[in-house]
């Protein structure tokens, strides 16, 4: 069985991918709302990791990428929330290697 870092090491490994599609609305909403549950499944709904990840990624299907413009400059845009989402989940990762969360 897979450990917490490893799960949350494995929604990292696949940033750069999206990166290089684009990133494409429906592969960032699916890789959102798969990191999502992760976080559910391991530190419960409503936990501390669960929402600073949806304060990052926003509620909702359009706010979590479904449809959502790639708009570079825009600091709500999806290049934007998948950057923070990055450095979030590396903090987490961080967190969970030293027994923190």
């Known amino acids: 069985m897979a450990t917490a870092a490893e799960k ?5 490994d696949m940033v750069p991918w999206l990166r290089g599609r684009g990133p494409v609305s429906y592969d ?3 890789w959102v709302d798969t990191t999502h549950h992760v976080l559910v499944t391991l530190f419960g709904k409503g936990s501390p990791q669960e929402t600073g990840f949806l304060e990052i990624v926003g509620e909702g299907a359009e706010a979590r990428g479904w449809g959502l413009p790639l708009a570079p ?5 999806m290049q ?7 450095a979030y989940l590396r903090s987490l990762l961080d967190a969970v290697a030293q027994g923190q969360a």
Do not use: M
């Open 80 to 86: 934007a929330r998948l950057e923070r989402a990055e």
């Open 28 to 30: 960032y909403g699916k």
């Open 8 to 12: 949350v090491q494995k929604q990292l």
């Open 73 to 77: 400059q825009n600091p709500w845009g």
